[in-house]
């Protein structure tokens, strides 16, 4: 581990655990050691990461028993059926209850790997090594896993916090630009939030982040799971605050669901849910035409999509986003912004303004 | 609820709840109103408790959105497949997060729905109202929810805390005499673990048991519940003692297991897994013939098997306890007894007893 590595806690009592960010670190034995308490680990990752990195990882892990699964790449593979292949694995190789699962991957490995991991025997060891942007600064901090259901997107899981997450920046860097921009749809999402001077920065220094400057990358991956720390802190089980972190996250999995999971990118989704938002925001007056421009401006710089795709109309929208799990009593809620880095969660909005966003997107 | 109701409280710091146990509870609608704080509840029965006891039960929710998912009967059909028609029903019906699952039935039909209410959408209320001996004195109390994978007994589950449990004693008198006896498995085991004068107990009133005198079954419940609640409140989440509460079950699910689910039924399964721990105490000189034979007796009073069916020899059943969730690290442990009401988990025993026991049995 070298000095510049940089290391987060995640503060939840005797669920703690470190967030590990910097170059090289996946194939660190030590930092290994150190987290998995058994003899026996099953390494989760796809067809797409699996050649890049598992060498490297399993060289690492040359004292522990190794098993491996291979899962098939793309969000449309985050199903039940994919989550099951995991328990067969570990099963026909008799992995007891002192296992550790660790997620090799983006956030769909991770997802599915933590909810295995979750269930395994009513609950195993779970490491989380995200080889993506965005399973770096969102997924793979804050325990929450889960699968799709045909009728919504993350139906199905649970909170299960690993005992730690190791981001290696290395493996940005077989990222490909798509992918990276879908990432960075997150990392401004932190910024919108709560968090104004990120916001800032970003704007500032989009271009270094595209092109993948080291020294940028760190400090946003370190500046996006240190705001997701704090939040997941102060309210693990998405009791109240924790929703937050849904921010274009409500209109992203309508338009994930709405055109077939797999066809656009999570983060592409959420970039394009973020200006939904804002829209929506100044069309209640909450936000003023200025810095919804702003918005729009960073996320059209990331190389990310600012509008929904136009084959999802007003009624499919409002069909999609009703099974959305921050509906509560059959009220749909929303994180809205009343400001840059002020985002609220509130189902007290004019809905027809509402419908007018939508109308404005779908034809 | 009538004053003869008793009420005991499993002490779970905020996860504590209360169990009702008496006449009448599962028509109290004053129960359902102070435990279920949404507008919607999901019953989740089976198709031969649903004809007794639905039509009560919906009547008694009367203030709440009911909806009900009806899943076949039996023990095999406690598969991840059955389990994904819960969440079918609840998207279909666009359930939120709000919304309460209610399990009403034997220890499958709560096994499944509490393990469905745990995932979806990351947790949802649960309510547990048992209707066998089974599910009263031990499915039911502790929070554990699982469902089976064909190499393995609830393999793939979760501890999730029901928000209270409702044991209405007037349903066991349409329980068949093979299902009572079945719960009687549970009942003894609880006085073989730690409590010798409820052993004793049974020895004196095992008929009164089997004829179903109701003071004798509400003494029996209650007793067998507050063993259970004392050692789950002591180790919710199984890291050390709570294992003793498997006396009996490595050898019992190892049955299940060989003969197909279903053939034999839980507890019976259990029934001869404890009368086999006890062979196996004996041989290793840790209990004295007497006292097994008091074991053995008292089983087979209650109309249960005192001996594992003769198709499994000692190979296949080592293979099937390997997958024990009771393995550490590849050494299989065991609940053993040093005496009656003295249980103990151990992984330090003569194998060659072990299998000596076995040789015993297999043909």
């Known amino acids: 581990m070298s000095a510049d590595t940089r290391i987060l806690n995640v503060d939840l009592g005797v669920r703690s655990y470190p967030i590990y960010i910097g170059s090289g670190l996946l194939g660190d034995a030590e930092i290994y050691r150190r987290h998995i308490p058994g003899e026996r680990v099953m390494v989760v990752t796809n067809e797409t990461v699996g050649p890049l990195y598992l060498k490297q990882v399993l060289a690492a892990l ?13 969000e449309k593979y985050k199903t039940l059926e994919t989550w099951q292949r995991i328990f067969d694995g570990l099963l026909e190789r008799r992995f007891d209850r002192q296992c550790t699962v660790l997620a090799l991957g983006g956030g769909v490995v991770g997802d599915i790997a933590g909810f295995a991991a979750a269930c395994y025997q009513r609950g195993v060891h779970f490491i989380q090594v995200p080889t993506t942007l965005l399973a770096q600064v969102d997924s793979s901090v804050g325990g929450k896993t889960g699968v799709n259901h045909p009728l919504g997107k993350n139906m199905i899981g649970a909170f299960y916090q690993p005992r730690c997450v190791i981001a290696d920046t290395d493996s940005l860097n077989t990222l490909d630009d798509r992918q990276l921009s879908a990432g960075l749809a997150e990392v401004i999402k932190y910024g919108l939030i709560s968090d104004l001077p990120f916001f800032e920065w970003l704007e500032s220094n989009i271009e270094r982040l595209l092109s993948r400057e080291p020294e940028a990358l760190i400090y946003a991956i370190e500046r996006s799971c240190q705001d997701k720390a704090d939040v997941v802190a102060a309210d693990e089980l998405e009791a109240g605050k924790r929703a937050l972190l849904n921010l274009g996250h409500t209109f992203g999995h309508a338009i994930e669901t709405g ?56 009624s499919q929208f409002l069909e999609l986003m009703a099974v959305d799990k921050k509906v509560v009593s059959g009220k749909l809620r929303l994180v809205l912004m009343q400001g840059l880095g002020q985002s609220v969660i509130t189902g007290d909005f004019d809905t027809a303004e509402l419908q007018n966003t939508l109308d404005e997107y779908g034809r």
């Open 62 to 74: 040359g004292d522990y028993q190794v098993e491996t699964v291979v899962l098939p790449d793309g």
């Open 259 to 314: 055109v077939g999971y797999g066809e656009w990118l999570h983060g592409e989704a959420v970039a394009a849910g973020v200006c939904m938002a804002g829209e929506l925001s100044r069309r209640l007056g909450w936000l003023s035409a200025e810095k919804l421009y702003r918005i729009v401006e960073l996320v059209s710089k990331a190389n990310l999509p600012t509008v929904p795709p136009e084959n999802i109309g007003r």
